[in-house]
């Protein structure tokens, strides 16, 4: 299933994963846009995370196929077909990350969690550190750099999630309920930090969301339910916070 005019980064056909004879997926069709922002949504059980998982490369479907197209900064992979190293690589390398509770290592601080991302996929310290602090920076974490997680608020942590999943300039970002465990104005500012900071680069931002909110800032809405697409909708994101500061990012990252 597609409802996108851009070109295609992440195919995906039949995608099937079930447990215990359960579907958690059962039969998804779907090809992602390089560029687009695409949200996927469904009531609890529906599937959401399990496909997020699959696509990348997380876990592996039981059936179907899912196939990473060229750009001029990955080469093409079928992600059902590599053994756990392959995607481990794809992981650390062309995906990038953010979660509902960031999942960064406490016992850190808000710089070398950054950099740490940047040095696995094969960065000198000294230059995983730099591009780690101008990620911080762009983010408005200056000045919070040194701190470690805990003593963050759940705005700050997000963004150094945020900062530690672009710092490798993935070509796609995969976040798992990113602004769940936020109130709604810090939850504003972190999904427009997130979107300008994939789509404003011209990388491919998808997020599950439970919160229309998130979904309407989105240019493209998947819904599911009991394993499969039930629809599959273009949208015009809401506001222009988006496009104002994609060229900003566009501009620092050149």
């Given at each position: 299933m597609t409802n996108t005019q851009l070109p295609a980064i992440i195919t995906s056909s039949n995608v099937t994963k079930h447990y215990n004879q359960t579907y958690a997926l059962a039969g998804v069709d779907l090809t992602i846009?390089?560029?687009?922002?695409?949200?996927?949504?469904?009531?609890?059980?529906?599937?959401?995370?399990?496909?997020?998982?699959?696509?990348?490369?997380?876990?592996?479907?039981?059936?179907?196929?899912?196939?990473?197209?060229?750009?001029?900064?990955?080469?093409?992979?079928?992600?059902?077909?590599?053994?756990?190293?392959?995607?481990?690589?794809?992981?650390?390398?062309?995906?990038?990350?953010?979660f509902q509770q960031g999942l960064l290592l406490p016992e850190l601080t808000a710089l070398d969690n950054v950099a740490l991302a940047a040095m696995l996929s094969g960065l000198k310290r000294t230059d995983a550190t730099e591009h780690a602090r101008a990620w911080l920076q762009r983010l408005g974490l200056a000045e919070h750099l040194n701190k470690r997680?805990?003593?963050?608020?759940?705005?700050?942590?997000?963004?150094?999630?945020?900062?530690?999943?672009?710092?490798?300039?993935?070509?796609?970002?995969?976040?798992?309920?990113?602004?769940?465990?936020?109130?709604?104005?810090?939850?504003?500012?972190?999904?427009?930090?997130?979107?300008?900071?994939?789509?404003?680069?011209?990388?491919?931002?998808?997020?599950?969301?439970?919160d229309e909110t998130v979904a309407a800032r989105c240019s493209r809405i998947v819904r599911l339910a009991d394993g499969r697409i039930v629809s599959d909708s273009a949208n015009q994101p809401m506001g222009n916070d988006q496009r104002v500061q994609s060229s900003q990012y566009v501009q620092n990252n050149r």
């Open positions: 846009g390089l560029g687009e922002s695409l949200a996927i949504m469904g009531p609890s059980g529906s599937g959401k995370t399990t496909l997020l998982h699959c696509l990348a490369g997380i876990i592996r479907p039981d059936e179907g196929t899912i196939r990473l197209l060229p750009t001029d900064r990955s080469a093409a992979a079928e992600v059902t077909s590599l053994k756990e190293k392959g995607r481990t690589a794809l992981r650390r390398e062309v995906f990038g990350f953010v997680i805990g003593q963050l608020s759940g705005g700050q942590a997000q963004r150094v999630a945020i900062a530690r999943a672009q710092v490798t300039q993935p070509v796609v970002t995969f976040a798992d309920e990113p602004t769940g465990a936020l109130d709604s104005s810090t939850s504003s500012e972190v999904l427009s930090e997130l979107l300008a900071s994939t789509t404003g680069r011209g990388s491919t931002l998808v997020v599950v969301t439970h």
